[in-house]
């Protein structure tokens, strides 16, 4: 299964969470180690287009 890193939006630290395509988080409290910050995120899948 194919997954990417989702970045904070604080510092850009890549590492931040680990997220594959049909993931949906709402409100999350994540913590970066990085720059030390509790940021709250919401992730939804992205919308897969269909070329007709």
């Known amino acids: 299964m194919k997954f ?3 970045r904070c939006p604080v510092c850009g630290n890549e590492h931040f ?3 594959r395509p049909d993931t949906v988080i709402i409100r999350y409290p994540a913590y970066c180690k ?3 910050n509790e940021i709250l995120v919401n992730i939804e899948p992205r919308a897969e ?3 007709p």
């Open 4 to 6: 990417e890193w989702y």
């Open 17 to 19: 969470i680990k997220i």
């Open 34 to 36: 990085r720059c030390k």
């Open 49 to 51: 287009t269909v070329n």
